[in-house]
């Protein structure tokens, strides 16, 4: 008998809290449910975002032939590639080098439209005269864009290895040369409502070696931000390029070497016994053994970002060609900075007197 009333007492628990427990499961299912729709929501959003965005970009300006582009940097690397790619598009460029050898090149293997002028970006006169020759080419139509590629990537390394001239002598070409350069031909770029293209640098976004390098790709973003602001009023477009390591002159592992090689020679000795005698030879194997290895050889994924700034109907902000630039750098500059530094820090050959 007792053990009947204990039965019948379980099976009434069992009632009592069996509904609140199917309640609760059967929420926690729709809840899931819910969520699942949401994210499935998301994902769509996404992909249609990035599809609507595809068809937008696929549009190009027309009348090519009667533009005109003004590339700097076109001896060699991205900007040669960019002066031949966008003449055989049908635009009228004008591509400025260095070197007499760098135009003769151009000259012979470009159609009649290219045209060629010297220019020495560190030097305000050349700046001048080169903007004088392209004002007299393109007349009333003004300029369609200007390209501002030239650079250079020496001297760099430890910060306590360089002087202020050896910072004074980049930022001459990679940041005051691009000011210099998009000021002497503004009016005939806002003459066309055209756009400017500015040649950065992932690492305008990242800072992972010492020296002014990365100081002068982080000007050139600044001044990038500021002068897309100043000029959307008068419908200018002003865009950056963020390559990451691509194998060109710049990335060249002998030239790097030869440039860390002539630092190491005229530090002074109490310099030299803070990094150790086997300092100079660790940061040459490295040099051989990972940047040989990581700069892409593929220049045109660049060079079509290039193209499209300057022909696409609705060009980005901002673009970052290179795998190491999308999925990795980027990403890093995100992050907190105890989390970058740890990553970059784990990187570095270590001094003799390192503190521990």
């Known amino acids: 008998m007792i053990i009947e009333k204990i039965d019948v007492l379980e099976a009434g628990l ?24 949401m994210w499935m929501y998301l994902l769509a959003l996404v992909v249609l975002y990035y599809v609507v965005r595809w068809f937008r970009e696929l549009e190009r300006v027309p009348d090519r032939g009667s533009k005109y582009v003004y590339i ?9 590639l960019l002066a031949r790619h966008l003449d055989k598009c049908g635009f009228c ?55 501002n590629n030239a650079g250079v990537s020496i001297p760099s390394g430890p910060c306590d290895w360089l002087t202020l001239e050896d910072y004074k002598s980049m930022l001459a070409v990679n940041l005051d040369g691009v000011i210099g350069v998009t000021l002497s031909v503004l009016p005939l770029i806002k003459k066309a409502r055209g756009r400017v293209v500015n040649v950065a640098s992932v690492f305008g976004r990242i800072t992972p070696v010492g020296g002014p390098y990365c100081v002068s790709k982080y000007g050139v973003e600044s ?11 008068f419908g200018v477009k002003v865009l950056c390029i963020e390559p990451g390591f691509f194998k060109t002159s710049v990335t060249d592992t002998d030239l790097l070497i030869r440039n860390v090689k002539m630092l190491w020679e005229r ?7 803070d990094y150790g005698d086997n300092y100079l030879s660790e940061v040459e194997t490295m040099m051989k053994k990972k940047l040989s290895k990581m700069p892409d050889g593929d220049l045109m994924k660049v060079v079509s970002c290039m193209e499209h700034a ?31 530094d740890y990553v970059l820090l784990r990187e570095i050959i270590k001094p003799a007197k390192m503190v521990n």
């Not at 903007?131 to 393109?138: C, P, R, T």
């Not at 901002?318 to 990403?331: E, H, N, Q, T, V």
Request: net charge positive; aromatic share 10%.
């Open 93 to 147: 460029v004008v591509a400025a080098c260095f070197t007499e050898k760098g135009e003769e090149e151009l000259k012979k293997s470009c159609s009649s439209r290219m045209s060629t002028v010297h220019l020495d970006v560190r030097k305000q006169e050349s700046i001048e005269k080169a903007a004088a020759f392209i004002k007299e080419l393109v007349g009333q139509k003004g300029l369609w864009a200007v390209v």
């Open 267 to 273: 530090l002074p000795k109490e310099t030299k016994d």
């Open 14 to 37: 069992c009632l009592r809290f069996s509904a609140p427990v199917c309640a609760a499961v059967k929420a926690f299912t729709c809840a899931s449910e819910d969520k699942a729709a």
């Open 310 to 340: 300057v022909s696409a109907v609705r060009p980005r902000t901002r673009y970052s060609p290179g795998w190491d630039a999308k999925f990795f750098w980027l990403p890093l500059s995100y992050a907190p900075t105890c989390i970058s």
């Open 223 to 233: 001044f990038n931000d500021s002068l897309r602001i100043c000029m959307h009023p």
């Open 72 to 80: 700097t940097g076109c001896d060699s690397g991205f900007g040669n």
